[in-house]
């Protein structure tokens, strides 16, 4: 069963350009959650998401940014116009069900987004 | 808004030594988890212990035991006969009960010397 995949690992946009970041969450698994990591910070929840629902967007930026998991498919989490301030790395976790004080929670390797 | 911080940016350890890594946490909550964290250089966020706030007994993992003082809202990580795997940086996170995120400390990057 293989873990949470995140890809690519790494990602090089320019200023201005789109970044498309995607989470195969395991198998099984309906939630996903979003965190983004600056350079010597800790992790940052942006947005929690179910199958075709988003449940909780309070930590994602008002702009530029979204998510989305489909009912088929990766989880998408995108960044358009980015700007240098974007560059982190971006953690995606998932859980079978409401990870609520759960160790079912697990995170993938993340990508390393780096805005030129 | 809950708040975690991690005191020590950075902290070392002689392989084979015990190392207590320290967390403080800011709630009005009377009932959350709490959790240690280890990211390796692959960047790979691997749990290391969970607690239960209304449990009064700590949480014991094999090596790894933590120090919950709830009434201080402490919660310390120690690592017995540190190994050199062991190196990593450490986040402390807290959860409410009723909600699905996990809320970060600003980690303690460890180094086990040989």
Known sequence: NAGVMQNPRHLVRRRGQEARLRCSPMKGHSHVYWYRQLPEEGLKFMVYLQKENIIDESGMPKERFSAEFPKEGPSILRIQQVVRGDSAAYFCASSPQWAGGSEKLFFGSGTQLSVL | ?114
């Open chain 2, 1 to 114: 808004a809950q708040t975690v911080t991690q005191s020590q940016p950075e902290m070392s350890v002689q392989e084979a030594e015990t190392v207590t890594l320290s967390c403080t946490y800011d709630t009005s909550e009377s009932d959350y988890y709490l959790f240690w964290y280890k990211q390796p250089p692959s960047r790979q966020m691997i749990l290391v212990i969970r607690q239960e706030a209304y449990k009064q007994q700590n949480a014991t993992e094999n090596r790894f035991s933590v120090n919950f003082q709830k009434a201080a809202k402490s919660f310390s990580l120690k690592i017995s006969d540190s190994q050199l795997g062991d190196a990593a940086m450490y986040f402390c996170a807290f959860q409410e009960t009723s909600g699905s995120r996990l809320t970060f400390g600003e980690g303690t990057q460890l180094t086990v010397n040989p």
